[in-house]
């Protein structure tokens, strides 16, 4: 679920538009606009979970809430929401998912279901022709690199900081064994059996400051990454990634580069 807790994972199947499940279900407003952590960051404490094909949810205080997924072909009611700039029907989830997010929120709010995922396709400035992304911010993949996190970690231990952890960057995909921000020059890249396109820098947000358990806002590591990683007008800190066809990767999986930036 966008902005809920991240969930790990020691394999998925690789779809056209993400990691199997991931980021189907999102919260929105009355306006139908997203709802992130950015606005949120109490979202960090709600836990989702599946079972039997149901998405579970919990947080401290508040009773475990199981929602089925929902789809449009059922006659339930359909939603126009916007997600950044891409506009998009998504089926709704139903009067008791949207009272427990709106009691913990305090807010009124709505849980949507992508039950179409090509629906939403990827800005078509970095992607191709049929590329399509779920509710991820914009594109079906985020990679981040072990030691680009441990050089991170130094940095702010530099500055009389501590380091952060990976949770705060929300990847799907976290690699190992390459240098330091390695990833920068990589344009196409092989996991296991699926081969991924490397389409764009991801500039980072307030989101990396918040604690992933606590809900908890810091200033971290934000400044430091204006201070050492500001590449055009983005702080940045992994890659955003297309896979190239389905499949299923595992941790463990090699990592094979098939191709770095500026070769032809």
């Known amino acids: 679920m966008k902005a809920a807790r991240g969930i790990g994972l020691l394999s998925s199947l690789v779809e056209r538009w993400g990691l199997a499940g991931d980021r189907r279900w999102l919260l929105v407003d009355k306006a139908g606009r997203f709802i992130s952590q950015r606005e949120e960051p109490a979202m ?16 401290a205080g508040y009773p475990e809430l199981s929602v089925p997924p929902p789809s449009g072909g059922d006659g339930c009611e359909m939603l126009d ?123 980072r947000c307030m989101v990396t400051t918040i604690d992933q358990v606590t809900g908890e806002v810091g200033k971290q590591p934000l400044t430091i990454l204006g201070r050492r990683r500001l590449i055009g007008n983005d702080l940045v800190f992994g890659q955003n990634m297309i896979p190239e066809a389905p499949g299923t990767i595992c941790v463990g999986d090699p990592v094979q580069i098939l191709e770095h930036a500026g070769q032809d």
């Open 44 to 59: 960090a404490r709600v836990t989702v979970g599946h079972a039997d094909q149901a998405l579970t949810v919990s947080a």
């Open 81 to 203: 929401v916007t997600v950044w700039r891409s506009r998009v029907m998504a089926a709704a989830a139903g009067p008791a998912a949207d009272a427990w997010f709106s009691e913990f929120l305090g807010r009124r709010v709505r849980l949507v279901y992508l039950d179409d995922p090509t629906r939403r396709a990827v800005n078509p400035e970095f992607g191709n022709v049929g590329d399509v992304v779920s509710f991820a911010d914009g594109y079906p993949l985020l990679l981040t690199s072990t030691t680009s996190l441990g050089a991170l970690g130094d940095w702010l231990i530099e500055d009389g900081d501590q380091p952060v952890p990976m949770s705060r960057f929300r990847p799907s995909v976290v690699v190992a064994g390459s240098g330091p921000w390695a990833e920068d020059g990589w344009r196409r890249i092989r996991i296991g059996a699926v081969s991924f396109r490397v389409v764009k820098p991801c500039g």
